[in-house]
């Protein structure tokens, strides 16, 4: 993957948790590491852990490279660093060169059943009352589903503020619509709730944005762990509702899948004292 208009990206992702004690064993599962794929080529990758730990890596149901050890020495914290470097490309065209699939197309036995885990709610993505009369509204107010997709992204835009801290990784689409704050993953939540309310099929993506559209060459900044949105209508079309944008350059993917609970950064089970706390840290530098 190479020329002018691509990026290539040094991404660097360290997470872990502390506890109250020594835990005597862990067992855990990072999702850290970018996919090769159309619009993102993978140079290179690895994935290291302190306590010292052999890991394996597999593709989950959903097709997200996870990496999985075990930590069976005594240890009071647990950090996980992953760094890869990555060529992306620039977003492409938004809309479908045929205009995507109808309303009437994407209610076709044959789709719906295709695609249905990707069309029920989940925990994080299910309406209430009001938000399922919005979809109702937004879906009969747009010819197509796409239109729709794209006005279901400006409108939680302009309905929700960002606000860094105001929202938990269990905090879910309807407390987001109540109090009109939160991050990048509660409007992606709330993206993919309307969507399936409106039955077009709809997936949750984590993973990195630069956050400088003039991002200088060798300057390393913080980056953020990311999510947006992608919808079926014919083909897989990608979207940041936070920011307003098509998928592009400045983007990463790292997995897919219903919702936040299908591809957290890192997550496992331990014995011992309570966790005390979870750090994470993103630097991302443009190398070219």
Not at 130 to 155: D, F, I, K, M
Not at 192 to 202: D, E, I, K, S
Request: glycine share 10%.
């Amino acid at each position: 993957m190479t020329g002018a208009s691509s990026w290539r990206l040094r991404l660097q992702h360290k997470t872990g948790f502390t506890y109250a004690g020594a835990v005597g064993a862990s067992y855990n599962e990072a999702r850290m590491s970018p996919r090769n794929e159309a619009r993102q080529a993978v140079l290179d990758a690895r994935v290291e852990v302190w306590p010292p730990a052999r890991t394996y890596r597999y593709e989950d149901y959903w097709g997200t490279i996870v990496t999985a050890f075990d930590v069976h020495a005594a240890h009071e914290a647990l950090q996980v660093t992953a760094t890869a470097t990555v060529e992306t490309l620039p977003a492409g065209d938004l809309i479908p060169a045929d205009g995507g699939s109808s309303w009437a197309e994407l209610a076709v036995p044959e789709t719906v059943d295709r695609w249905h885990e990707l069309l029920l709610p989940t925990p994080r993505t299910a309406l209430d009352e009001e938000l399922t009369e919005v979809a109702e509204r937004v879906r009969g107010e747009h010819p197509t589903p796409h239109a729709a997709a794209l006005a279901a992204c400006s409108l939680v835009r302009e309905e929700v503020e960002y606000v860094p801290g105001a929202t938990g990784v269990q905090t879910d689409a309807v407390q987001t619509w109540r109090q009109r704050k939160g991050v990048c993953q509660d409007f992606s939540h709330l993206v993919v709730g309307l969507l399936r309310a409106m039955g077009t099929p709809a997936r949750y993506v984590s993973g990195y944005l630069h956050p400088a559209p003039a991002a200088g060459i060798g300057e390393a900044v913080v980056g953020q762990s990311h999510a947006w949105v992608e919808w079926w209508v014919g083909r897989w079309t990608a979207f940041d509702p936070t920011n307003g944008i098509p998928v592009g350059e400045r983007h990463v993917v790292v997995g897919r899948g219903r919702e936040y609970g299908d591809v957290p950064p890192l997550k496992g089970v331990y014995s011992g004292p309570e966790n005390s706390g979870q750090g994470v840290e993103v630097t991302v530098t443009r190398l070219r």
